[in-house]
């Protein structure tokens, strides 16, 4: 290894320990399990890939400052964590399976990096700032793509349910009605009128 070796690429060169780590990480995950070995591998190589390149490329103090508290650059495009989100909740994966990934990257990352850089130069130390900050981004687009899926999804599902012809309705254990939609609705109050008919006659 080179002395003053830059963290973008020592990620790139270490890449593949790197990986077996994450594959042993993510027989951890239950969702994960499921998934195949290249989807995982190929996921979490695009992510150590972006943030290498995010590594080389430049930064202001100001740019620095922003990112630190989260608020990278915008882009037009979804970034690589923002499709992560949409795909892990696809996939089932609950909020603390998709921040899991990130920290078991994280981990496999910095742990080789300090096994092979015990005594890091001060542009070792910078670097290593600037993952952790990729990380973190990464993290906050992820998680905020996931929930903006999750809340459409809520909503097309409860659109679905009130808008549905069939009548729909969950009980509790009491046998209490805690949900029903409008043809439910419709139906009891039917059936509620005709009872009150027959008690009539």
Same mark, same amino acid.
């Given at each position: 290894?080179?002395? !003053?070796?830059?963290?973008?690429?020592?990620?790139?060169?270490?890449?593949?320990?790197? &990986?077996?780590?994450?594959?042993?990480?993510?027989?951890?995950?239950?969702?994960?399990?499921?998934? @195949?070995?290249?989807?995982?591998?190929?996921?979490?190589?695009?992510? &150590?890939?972006?943030?290498?390149?995010?590594?080389?490329?430049?930064?202001?103090?100001?740019?620095?400052?922003?990112?630190?508290?989260?608020?990278?650059?915008?882009?037009?495009?979804? @970034?690589?964590?923002?499709?992560?989100?949409?795909?892990?909740?696809?996939?089932?994966?609950?909020?603390?399976?998709?921040?899991?990934?990130?920290? /078991?990257?994280?981990?496999?990352?910095?742990?080789?990096?300090?096994? @092979? =850089?015990?005594?890091?130069?001060?542009?070792?130390?910078?670097? &290593?700032?600037?993952?952790?900050? /990729?990380?973190?981004?990464?993290?906050?687009?992820?998680?905020?793509?996931?929930?903006? /899926?999750?809340?459409?999804?809520?909503?097309?599902?409860?659109?679905? &349910?009130?808008?549905?012809?069939?009548?729909? =309705?969950?009980? !509790?254990?009491?046998?209490?009605?805690?949900? /029903? !939609?409008?043809?439910?609705?419709?139906?009891?109050?039917?059936?509620?009128?005709?009872?009150?008919?027959?008690?009539?006659?």
């Amino acid at each position: 290894m080179q002395m !003053n070796m830059r963290l973008a690429d020592f990620i790139r060169a270490e890449i593949e320990p790197i &990986l077996q780590d994450w594959e042993e990480f993510a027989k951890t995950i239950l969702h994960a399990r499921h998934m @195949s070995k290249i989807g995982l591998r190929d996921h979490a190589k695009d992510m &150590l890939l972006e943030i290498a390149e995010d590594l080389d490329a430049d930064q202001s103090g100001p740019e620095q400052t922003a990112k630190s508290k989260g608020c990278g650059p915008a882009d037009e495009d979804e @970034s690589w964590a923002e499709v992560h989100g949409g795909d892990r909740l696809t996939s089932g994966f609950s909020v603390m399976e998709t921040v899991s990934e990130f920290r /078991a990257l994280r981990a496999s990352v910095v742990s080789h990096w300090t096994k @092979s =850089y015990p005594a890091v130069t001060s542009q070792q130390l910078q670097d &290593l700032t600037r993952f952790h900050e /990729a990380i973190d981004q990464a993290v906050a687009e992820s998680l905020e793509h996931y929930a903006t /899926a999750k809340e459409m999804d809520t909503r097309l599902f409860g659109a679905i &349910l009130v808008a549905s012809p069939d009548p729909i =309705y969950v009980l !509790n254990l009491k046998g209490r009605f805690i949900y /029903a !939609n409008k043809a439910t609705a419709d139906l009891l109050c039917d059936l509620t009128g005709r009872w009150a008919l027959l008690d009539l006659l």
